[in-house]
């Protein structure tokens, strides 16, 4: 291949990888616009319904940048981010399994946003050792089509790639079966023995940090994890 043969395959690359990612970002970042919106109204919602039920309940949304949003309802922080970045799948996955993509291969280029619990201390308190859990993440390609990946129902809900189109009604369906999920899931306490030795190090740290690590365990784990484990190379 001369000179002139490799210029003109990158023109091509560029067109065919580098143009549809760039796509794909921006249609992922609208989507990810979308649900701030969603969790922003559903905040004020909560706020509007509830609080005056029980006002020492804490009901608030809030966006820290471009790419992640807060919603607190009482001890549970659910929160939203969006990575930068543009990602492909491999072969076995679903999305490159899908109709869509066997027409037409980019289609499964695809943004990612994140759904995530923490416990609403450990962002308040900065506990730097606190876990949060995954509790959905979804794909979004440059044409709004979606699938997600979740515990409970987010994991079976959103699942035909091909056909459904990340919508304001769509989102806020997800949103709200991820609130739900939060809330469900109740902080267990630690085995006796597991807390049983503390080094003076930890000690010093639970000090600076106030107070013990800590994160809720909702047992998610994707099925392409569990798969690994079942089927390890």
């Given amino acids: 291949m001369n000179t002139a043969d490799t210029y003109q395959q990158i023109l091509t690359e560029l067109k065919n990888r580098a143009s549809v990612k760039q796509s794909t970002y921006r249609s992922t970042k609208a989507v990810f616009d979308d649900l701030k919106s969603v969790l922003s109204r559903i905040g004020a919602e909560l706020q509007r319904d509830y609080h005056a039920k029980d006002p020492s309940v804490e009901l608030s949304y809030r966006e820290n940048n471009q790419f992640e949003a807060q919603l607190k309802f009482s001890g549970d922080m659910l929160v939203a981010s969006m990575h930068s970045n543009i990602f492909q799948f491999p072969a076995e996955h ?11 291969p980019t289609l499964a280029y695809c943004g990612v946003i994140y759904i995530h619990n923490f416990l609403a201390d450990s962002i308040k308190y900065n506990r730097l050792a606190d876990v949060g859990y995954l ?3 979804i794909f979004v390609n440059r044409n709004k089509q979606f699938l997600v990946e979740g515990e409970g129902q987010l994991g079976f809900l959103w699942t035909d790639f091909s056909t459904q189109l990340a919508d304001w009604d769509k989102l806020n369906d997800i949103a709200q ?13 630690q ?7 503390l080094t003076l190090d930890q000690k010093q740290s639970m000090i600076a940090n106030s107070g013990y690590p800590t994160g809720k365990h909702i047992g998610y784990r994707f099925a392409a994890e569990l798969e690994k484990e079942n089927n390890p190379s």
Avoid: N
């Fill in 177 to 189: 079966q991820a609130i739900l999920q939060c809330i469900q899931s109740d902080l267990i306490a």
């Fill in 135 to 137: 509790v959905a993440r």
């Fill in 191 to 197: 085995p006796f023995a597991a807390e049983k030795a």
């Fill in 94 to 104: 679903r999305i490159r399994q899908s109709p869509a993509v066997a027409l037409d």
